[in-house]
């Protein structure tokens, strides 16, 4: 399909254990449309800090990316040399990290730090510039010329923003931006992360476990449970009628803020990668289990309204 | 066990260097006679032969019989320092890292001013201060004297990081007191670290020897690797072209230390699990 | 009147600001609390990072000492307990902590953390009847001891870790538990079956929980009574209900405005910017550099607690019309 900004096919991440190989990612495929806001939710286990590092191609020995393709625009990014690789990554294709606290280099300004990620792509950027990058997420002047631990968490996190659009990508990808900050900061770097892809056009994957950020967030909806893509569907229809199981169990155990509930967990627990369940991974815990499910393995199916479950039964 | 040597090759280098070793010795104690490393035991100044495959020094040693002979005592002298300077260094930096306070600022002041201190020096002041000549054990004990210094200082910092790990708060919870989790809880997790650690004083301590032999400071009746290579320097060995003396301790030196080596690096690697290359 | 089980009497806990000028923090601030008086119940302790709540916690285990204030068991000093009294302190105080990961000691199997416990106070008579005591936890928080026993830890679930902590903290029975961010590490899926379970520690054992966490959520569903802490002091505490569905401190307000919610109607990510009033930050009201409705006396003057329901007080002049709440007396509010 053309015109998407991100196109993964069929994408393939294995890990080497002496066990076994291990699939971390298996036969994952998805669109992202230009100035699209997709979420890709999943919990331990299910592959989507994966997915992030092998679409910017950072997984490193063991892992390792069996098949698939990585599409940017025309280009393949799974087929990309080093030297290309890196020319694409940042100016293309940008990542904001998880835990900011780490990405940053704790002895460089960190005005200097955005100036070097530029310097790499061979751009020569000034002082003012960078001002304005950091006024553009939000972040006070003088900002550039603070160190990181001078900063707060949710001023560190805009700063590893401001270094992710610095080049003005197409295609952003945050993987879980705010876990390590409160709630009244998230907001706040959420809706920079907002304003910054209007601002840019560009699309945003959103990758994370809390679904009530991804409501309030994304526009279309990706679910991953064992390496798998189980569900993918345009948000406000994920929300009022998930297809698949493991969707509609994960919903239903999230602490509402409008009533008291009985507290709903999933049974069970998610599955090893090294000893996944023949057919459906989910069937052990799947309350809709039958037969067919420990047999046959389910394929992602279009349900129609954009939706797309990966169940025998949805 | 085999397994993991052919992904640590640092260690099995290591192991396989101090095997050489090792065999050198055992093999060396059946094929010669103890006392041919006395002096005038054999002819003076010959060249290495079948007879005499390292040669003879001009003392009348068999070089080859004080090699076998010497080569056990200045290991020996490296572990008893060695051992000595890792256990004092332990009990130290436990008492100092894990109860902190008045103790562990006595302590510390006390290794940090001992590490600013020469050591070579100090050795040399307390061997020259022994009356009657050395043994091989009071060289050890002279050693060891200071090999303490630095255990103390690194153990102590590994102390400090465990101390707050989250195992050791539970354990205060469960009842154990201080000494008990010491021994139980943090040691246990420390074992390869002080394993590096040991190894690494056995080879300092090793190297100290050697150079207060070297000085004539040594047991001057033992042909300990050191004390051969003074009496090379006595007697101008080089210069008078006689490199069988020399090349034979050298040699084992270089095995000793290079076995060694590699093996802290093969340990390194155990005890920190980051530097390791595979799952 | 009998002394309340665990106690924080005007509790603070100040870091640095000695001869050598290191920065002075103030962590905790004259906070009084009693855990375990009354009917079993579960209290939250409600904030962000900074805010006190983890200090409170490791003050209350003893595992921290106040700097001024005092924190007592039965009445007593818990740094001047005796022996015995130091057991039955150990015994009825336990702790769940967020890492379930790093309370495991990686050279010992899981079965070392269920058996110190017993052994150290001398739980069971006899092997057998030790192992039938750990079994017997396990079952209760929902494990299968087969799965768990003989484990390393890295063979675990983080989840499965976690709940054998709890099965752990339930060895001693004790009267009061202490959970520190006990589902923050844990998957979401998971987190309503291990919160689960606590309540029902409370409403089938009549154990007192102090549950400490940044989750307002959660915080809501699983407690009866909430305390949101903010900079050191308590800014409103009160019934959960009332703290969560009437909030009246501007901070709490701003907590419940800002969680993401899967169903929400209004547009979540439409927030005011952030307001931060740097100069304004050494301020009587310790959020008055947030706040929207700071006025002249928030500057000057540190609010005290008001009573604005038999079961809700704020800490907030805008609500100075109410009677004063003594921060000693803060258990009046509670359940």
């Not at chain 1, 003012?128 to 003088?142: C, E, F, Q, S």
């Not at chain 1, 067919?292 to 279009?302: F, G, L, N, S, V």
């Not at chain 2, 000595?84 to 332990?90: A, C, D, E, R």
């Not at chain 3, 009437?246 to 910017?273: C, F, K």
């Amino acid at each position: 399909m053309s015109g998407a900004a991100l196109e993964i096919q069929g994408l393939r991440v294995s890990f080497d254990h002496p066990l076994g190989l291990l699939r971390a990612v298996d036969d994952v495929s998805f669109t992202l449309r230009p100035h699209e806001r997709f979420g890709l939710v999943g919990e331990s286990g299910s592959g989507k800090s994966t997915m992030a590092l092998a679409i910017m191609r950072m997984i490193r020995p063991p892992g390792h990316i069996d098949g698939g393709n990585i599409l940017l625009g025309d280009t393949n990014l799974a087929t990309l040399s080093g030297d290309a690789i890196r020319r694409a990554r940042l100016a293309g294709i940008a990542l904001v990290p998880q835990g900011s606290m780490n990405a940053l280099n704790p002895v460089m300004r960190v005005g200097a730090q955005v100036a070097d990620a530029m310097r790499d792509h061979g751009v020569s950027v000034s002082a003012r510039a960078i001002d304005a990058l950091m006024a553009r997420v939000g972040l006070p002047a003088g900002t550039a010329q603070k160190y990181p631990h001078e900063l707060s968490g949710g001023m560190k996190q805009r700063v590893c923003i401001a270094i992710a659009i610095c080049l003005r990508p197409t295609v952003i990808i945050a993987d879980e931006p705010t876990s390590a900050l409160d709630v009244v900061v998230q907001r706040q770097v959420m809706r920079t992360l907002a304003d910054v892809q209007q601002d840019l056009n560009a699309a945003i994957l959103l990758i994370g476990h809390d679904m009530g950020l991804m409501a309030q967030f994304v526009n279309r909806l990706g679910v991953m449970y064992a390496g798998r893509l189980v569900e993918i569907a345009p948000i406000a229809e994920i929300v009022r009628k998930p297809r698949h199981p493991y969707t509609e169990m994960l919903i239903a155990s999230l602490p509402s803020m409008d009533h008291k509930d009985a507290l709903r967990g999933i049974p069970g627990l998610a599955p090893l990668l090294r000893d996944l369940p023949s057919g459906c991974a989910f069937h052990p815990r799947c309350p809709k289990a039958r037969d067919r499910c420990t047999t046959e393995r389910p394929e992602p199916r279009a349900l129609g309204d954009g939706v797309l479950a990966a169940c025998h039964f949805a | 066990m085999l397994r993991y040597l052919k992904r640590n090759p640092s260690l099995a280098v290591g192991i396989f260097l101090l095997a050489i070793l090792v065999v050198f010795i055992a093999v060396g104690m059946l094929l010669t006679d103890p006392e041919d490393a006395r002096p005038l035991s054999v002819p003076a100044l010959r060249r290495p032969s079948w007879a005499f495959p390292f040669g003879t020094d001009r003392q009348g040693r068999d070089l080859f019989a004080a090699m076998v002979v010497g080569t056990p005592l200045t290991l020996r002298i490296g572990f008893i320092a060695g051992i000595l300077g890792v256990t004092i260094g332990t009990i130290l930096a436990f008492v100092a890292g894990f109860y902190r306070g008045a103790v562990d600022t006595i302590i510390r002041g006390i290794a940090d001013i001992g590490l600013t201190v020469p050591g070579l020096l100090i050795l040399i002041i307390i061997a020259v201060s022994v009356r009657g000549g050395l043994t091989v054990n009071q060289m050890a004990l002279v050693v060891a004297s200071l090999a303490w210094l630095n255990p103390t200082r690194t153990i102590r910092s590994q102390v400090l990081t465990l101390r707050e790990r989250g195992y050791v708060e539970v354990a205060r919870l469960s009842g154990m007191n201080g000494p008990e989790i010491i021994f139980f809880e943090m040691i246990p997790n420390l074992l390869p670290y002080l394993g590096a650690t040991l190894v690494n004083a056995v080879s300092a301590a090793i190297l100290a020897s050697i150079g207060l032999e070297v000085l004539g400071l040594g047991p001057l009746e033992a042909p300990t690797l050191g004390m051969t290579l003074y009496w090379v320097n006595f007697n101008a060995a080089i210069i008078n072209g006689w490199w069988w003396w020399w090349t034979a301790p050298i040699a084992i030196v270089l095995l000793v230390f290079l076995g060694l080596f590699f093996m802290t690096v093969g340990l390194d690697e155990i005890a920190n699990p980051r530097l390791r290359r595979s799952v | 009147m009998t002394a309340p089980l665990l106690q924080a009497d005007r509790v603070g806990r100040v870091y640095g600001g000695g001869l050598l000028g290191a920065a002075r923090t103030v962590a905790l601030d004259d906070f009084s609390l009693s855990v375990g008086a009354g009917k079993p119940s579960v209290t939250a302790v409600v904030g962000e990072s900074g805010s006190g709540k983890t200090t409170l916690a490791r003050l209350l285990l003893g595992l921290t000492t106040p700097t001024s204030g005092t924190v007592r068991y039965r009445g007593e000093d818990i740094t001047r307990l005796s022996g015995d009294a130091r057991l039955a302190y150990r015994t009825d105080v336990q702790a769940i902590f967020q890492d379930p990961y790093g309370v495991f000691n990686p050279f010992y199997r899981v079965d070392h953390v269920l058996t110190t416990p017993v052994r150290k106070f001398r739980l069971a008579s006899s092997r057998a009847e030790a192992r039938a005591l750990i079994e017997l936890a396990l079952r209760t928080v929902g494990l299968r001891p087969e799965e768990i026993l003989g484990r390393y830890p890295h063979q675990l679930s983080g989840g499965q870790r976690q709940r054998t902590m709890v099965a752990r903290a339930l060895l001693l029975k004790p009267k009061i538990i202490i959970a520190d961010e006990p589902v923050s590490m844990v998957d979401a899926s998971l987190r309503a079956t291990i919160l689960g379970s606590l309540r029902r520690l409370t409403d089938d054992l009549g154990i007192s929980i102090l549950y400490i966490t940044h989750d307002l959520a959660t915080a809501w569903q699983v407690s009866d009574n909430i305390i949101v802490m903010y900079r050191a002091t308590a800014v409103e505490a009160g019934q959960a209900e009332a703290v969560v569905k009437a909030p009246a401190h501007p901070y709490t307000r701003l907590l419940v405005g800002s969680i993401p919610q899967v169903s929400q109607t209004r547009d979540w990510l439409a927030t005011e910017p952030d307001l931060q009033r740097p100069e304004e930050r050494d301020a009587a009201c310790r959020f008055a550099d947030r706040c929207r409705f700071t006025m002249a006396v928030c500057h000057t003057d540190r609010p005290p607690l008001s009573r604005i329901g038999l079961r809700h007080a704020a800490a907030c002049h805008l609500h100075g019309q109410h009677a004063d709440l003594a921060a000693e007396d803060l258990n009046d509010v509670l359940a």
